[in-house]
């Protein structure tokens, strides 16, 4: 395989991460809620997964059960901290933004402490071969590509189909942009919420049990998962709110993310050690440059949910 | 009391919002929320906390941990309020934009960028005299800072563009910056070193204690900031902005330059604070030196509902926890990050009680109206002229502070008005 190649399927990979968490923030955007707590949610994601891991990836279950228990551990502990997030935001009415941050200091700070305990053999170095199957066998980077990457394919192929051909979409897309007249309709706008805001951080979370267990072998992978959360928050603007942009986006983001580390290979590219960090900032110039424009052309169906960071209370007019 | 007749047809709950609770109400329910959050924590930690667990009677070290992490020598007490000054110096610098609701979270970015100002400049003007050279220190970081918010309040003006998204990305660009400015000052990668540690060249002077430069200049600045924001007329240009864009034009207020000018003072606050700490406290900088203080400012100014002096308290709050967290990790021996662990609950808690501080729970009156012992004749007062009032204070946001209508004696009255009639 040649070396762009590898390169190109690795940086899809990584990008896979972001794939996770920009889609649950997708879909708990579109209820009108912005939640500045993924970064948390995602290292609570990677340390449920973990913990069960830790506990049954030594044991002799077939390898696709420690994978399924894996997955339902990570979405289980994320959506357990959406629920606080949406019981804050959506029945005490909280800021969104403080909530949200607040979710953001708890997750990492319970991650390092839950982490510090589990053993790195358990968790990562037996059960990630379970991870691997499609691919298992190839030396190439193609063998990342593993079960939880056609997975989050599949949740954002799903959430795409969910948020735009079915009546359940279009009733939560109503809400997110304007909740009183989806009331006034008839919707359950508190359930809608409730739902989106859950699933949504469950699926977010499962980028961190992707990243620390499937994508990177490494022990200290986790402490680099908050720094994705914020990119992941990022890619929902990149994509403009529409879960197959994520996509591309994902890949993008982690075609320049790893461009620093493999601009050296270029031959034809003097670099330093020096440019480095310069190569780093790209995703995130990308973004600015991908608000700007879209909020200059100011295009209607490329902006937020209208309601976006609001709460709602039925009883206001 | 016709809906009362028809089953179910009324919500076992509704809410409504409270137009006014007394300070101190308000102030109980907030010590609830903590003393409850105390509780959690310490369940949490017990769970968490293996020591802790295999001795449960340690639990009051548990929480012993909490006063001795501030207060437990002088030294440790000037590092309290050393800690609590320059994470008040940044929700301070945040508190303008937020009154403007702006919601600047880069507030990380603009200090770090207001360090590195005040190191390049300590470092090019070594052979300067101190004064000099502190002064040329202070206007770098406030330039750093004002640009670093400058930007994102530009497109906001112009082009309305999303303001919390465009800071939080300025922060990650500020990292690297700062990142790529280290290699190139220590092109080897290693840790930059304390900068003009022989001459003390831009360093603030000790007066009485390291720190007590700092605390001054805080307290200082949080008295003017006070002041700024609810008498002056650049105050009040920022709360009209904050409330509604389109009064704001209406009485010709221009928006654009209220932004502009209230992002201008935000960033250069946290070039302040970047200066204090580029030359009070580090004397070196590194791309996390500003260690998500940025963020906690954020909660720090919300909690306060955004007044500068109730920021003390908030601030004090903060620091107190995260410090007496640390404590914890030290005595009970806990990897990982307690204080974070910690703060988030007790957080969780005091956003919580907002809630019970905004809107009042009513639950459905009881359907046995003919138990009604109280035949009296109730005085019944005018209350169309109350309803107006609070119709009104509906459309606020924040906790309203009109005193005229007083939301629950109202709601009695109106009952007792219901019952009589259905006698």
């Known amino acids: 395989m040649p070396d762009w190649l590898n390169i190109l399927i690795d940086s899809i990979a990584f990008g896979a991460t972001f794939m996770f968490g920009s889609t649950g923030e997708i879909i708990t955007e579109k209820s009108g809620h912005l939640n500045l707590g993924i970064p948390g949610i995602m290292c609570m994601g990677g340390a449920g997964g973990c913990l069960m891991l830790n506990l049954i990836g030594t044991s002799n279950m077939p390898g696709i059960l420690i994978v399924l228990l894996g997955i339902i551990a990570s979405f289980a502990s994320a959506a357990l901290m959406g629920l606080i997030y949406s019981f804050l935001t959506i029945t005490l009415r909280c800021n969104q933004n403080v909530t949200g941050l607040t979710l953001t200091t708890f997750g990492t700070g319970l991650m390092m402490t839950l982490m510090a305990k589990a053993s790195q053999t358990k968790y990562l170095n037996i059960p990630k071969k379970y991870f691997r199957f499609p691919f298992a066998d190839r030396t190439d980077s193609l063998q990342k590509l593993g079960i939880m990457f056609f997975l989050v394919i599949a949740i954002i192929i799903l959430a795409w189909f969910i948020l735009n051909k079915t009546k359940m979409g279009l009733n939560l897309k109503a809400v997110g942009e304007n909740p009183a007249t989806a009331d006034a309709a008839g919707i359950n706008v508190i359930r809608y919420k409730y739902l989106a805001t859950t699933i949504g951080a469950g699926i977010s979370g499962l980028g961190g049990l992707y990243y620390i267990v499937d994508y990177s072998a490494s022990g200290e992978a986790y402490k680099s998962l908050e720094a994705y959360g914020w990119l992941s928050i990022a890619l929902v603007i990149f994509a403009l709110w529409r879960p197959l942009r994520t996509i591309a986006g994902s890949i993008l983001f982690g075609v320049l993310f790893s461009f620093s580390s493999y601009v050296t290979l270029i031959p034809f590219i003097e670099t330093t050690l020096k440019t480095k960090p310069i190569l780093q900032m790209l995703p995130y110039i990308a973004t600015i440059i991908i608000l700007i424009v879209s909020s200059i052309k100011n295009k209607k169906e490329n902006q937020p949910p209208s309601s976006l960071g609001l709460s709602y209370f039925r009883e206001d007019r | ?423």
């Not at chain 2, 903590?34 to 009051?60: D, Q, T, Y």
């Not at chain 2, 459905?364 to 009032?389: C, G, I, L």
């Open chain 2, 1 to 423: 009391m016709k809906v009362n007749n028809e089953k179910h047809n009324e919500p076992l709950i509704h809410l409504t919002r409270r137009a006014y609770m007394s300070p101190w109400k308000a102030l109980g329910i907030r010590g609830i929320a903590i003393v409850a959050s105390l509780i959690v924590s310490g369940i949490v930690a017990f769970i968490l906390i293996e020591k802790l667990s295999a001795n449960p009677e340690r639990i009051f070290d548990f929480y012993k941990c909490f006063i001795d992490g501030s207060f437990s020598s002088e030294g440790m007490a000037w590092k309290f309020f050393k800690n609590v000054a320059i994470l008040l110096c940044i929700a301070l610098a945040l508190t303008p934009a937020f009154r403007m609701r702006f919601w600047n979270i880069g507030a990380e970015g603009q200090v770090l960028m207001g360090m590195l100002g005040a190191i390049a400049v300590a470092k090019a003007g070594a052979s300067l005299p101190n004064w000099l050279v502190l002064i040329l220190m202070f206007l770098a970081a406030v330039l750093f800072g004002i640009v670093w918010a400058g930007i994102p309040a530009l497109f906001k003006a112009f082009f309305n563009t999303n303001e919390t998204l465009f800071t939080l990305m300025m922060n990650y660009v500020a990292t690297y910056f700062v990142s790529y400015m280290l290699l190139v000052w220590v092109p080897s990668g290693n840790a930059m070193g304390i900068v003009n540690q022989d001459t003390h060249i831009g360093w603030l002077p000790t007066v009485i204690h390291n720190y007590f430069l700092i605390i001054m200049a805080v307290l200082i600045l949080t008295g003017i900031l006070f002041v700024y924001l609810n008498y002056t007329k650049h105050g009040y240009e920022i709360s009209v902005v904050g409330e509604s864009n389109n009064t704001a034009r209406y009485i010709g207020i221009n928006v654009k330059k209220v932004i502009l000018r209230t992002m201008i003072l935000s960033g250069a606050l946290c070039g302040v604070a970047g200066f204090l700490m580029a030359s009070g406290l580090d004397h070196s900088i590194t791309s996390t030196s500003v260690n998500g203080q940025g963020f906690t400012a954020i909660m720090v100014s919300w909690l306060a509902n955004f007044n500068p002096l109730i920021m003390i308290a908030t601030s004090g709050l903060i620091v107190f926890l995260d410090m007496g967290g640390s404590k914890i990790s030290e005595v009970f021996d806990v990897r990982g990050a307690m204080p974070n662990i910690i703060i988030g609950i007790i957080l969780f808690f005091i956003i919580g009680c907002e809630f019970f501080i905004r809107y009042k729970i009513n639950f459905r009156k009881k359907e046995t109206v003919a138990t009604n012992s109280n035949p009296e004749p109730v005085p019944v007062p005018v209350t169309d002229n109350q309803e107006a009032n609070t119709e009104e204070s509906n459309d606020e946001d924040e906790m309203p502070e009109i005193e005229s209508s007083d939301e629950e004696t109202n709601e009695e009255t109106d009952e007792e008005t219901n019952k009589k009639e259905d006698n």
